[in-house]
């Protein structure tokens, strides 16, 4: 009779018993598959899982977005020529004193859109003829001093061009600079030689390839150029420079010593009634 029960017992564990409590606890019903709509079509899968089939039908088309297209410049040549070491520094040093007080320097004033402002750096001009930049216009004046004399001679020994004026310019600190510019006024004439000689403080000489009439003065994407100055060097510019490239030299953040630069230049006369 006991082995009965336990038998009828554990065949009502297998078949699982009665819907409802068991054992104290209550069964929870197991999930209902889900049933295929009456709507549908025979043979047609259920909505929830033709979602996957749907999406595999997107086709993803990649569009590349249209470039810019810009013309590339025939050539990128540029005829400078750099002579680190052109005067040596033991008399670079006494050079850069000397002109500091050997040369009368000034500080001039410009008018741009009726707002006046002075140069950050201060000039100096010698030759026997005017030299006239953004419309300001500098006196002749022969006086050279024997020092400026000998440098002269010098670099035109070296270059094998004769100069006949000079522009100077004293940056004070990091704070004096020039803004970009080119050195192309009808005085230079065509093809300008300029030879840049610098005393005192390292400074960065930028320059920037100017852009094609069809960039519009769009200077973004053009060629740049970044080169050290030292004390005693000098550096030559010439040919299609001054028309094909602009140059600066910009304010720093870190602090700078005092720097001379000379540059040589040809100065021709200029028109009757010319003014820039």
């Not at 006086?143 to 070296?158: A, Q």
């Not at 970009?180 to 320059?207: C, K, V, Y």
Request: proline content about 9%; aromatic content about 10%; hydrophobic content about 30%.
């Amino acid at each position: 009779m006991a082995e009965r029960r336990q038998r009828a017992r554990v065949q009502g564990g297998w078949a699982g018993g009665p819907a409802g409590r068991q054992h104290g606890k209550t069964q929870r019903a197991a999930p209902k598959a889900p049933v295929s709509s009456s709507l549908a079509p025979a043979g047609t899968r259920p909505a929830w899982m033709r979602k996957d089939e749907q999406h595999l039908q997107k086709q993803f088309v990649f569009e590349k977005p249209p470039e810019v297209e810009r013309r590339v410049p025939e050539t990128d040549t540029i005829e400078i020529h750099l002579v680190p070491g052109f005067i040596d520094s033991e008399q670079a040093d006494w050079m850069f004193e000397q002109l500091l007080q050997d040369i009368p320097w000034g500080q001039r004033t410009h008018i741009r859109q009726e707002v006046t402002f002075e140069e950050p750096r201060l000039t100096s001009w010698y030759g026997e003829l005017p030299y006239t930049y953004s419309r300001i216009t500098m006196q002749p004046n022969p006086n050279w001093p024997p020092l400026l004399t000998v440098l002269k001679e010098r670099i035109e020994e070296f270059s094998g061009h004769t100069f006949n004026s000079l522009l100077c310019n004293l940056y004070r600190n990091e704070k004096d600079s020039v803004d970009w510019h080119s050195d192309d006024e009808p005085a230079l004439g065509t093809n300008p030689l300029i030879a840049s000689l610098s005393f005192g403080a390292t400074r960065t000489f930028e320059m920037r390839k100017k852009p094609s009439p069809e960039e519009n003065g769009d200077y973004t994407y053009v060629k740049k150029l970044r080169i050290p100055l030292d004390h005693g060097t000098l550096l030559m510019m010439e040919g299609a420079t001054q028309e094909d490239w602009q140059h600066r030299v910009p304010k720093e953040y870190h602090s700078r010593d005092a720097r001379i630069n000379l540059t040589f230049r040809i100065i021709y006369p200029e028109p009757d009634g010319f003014q820039q």
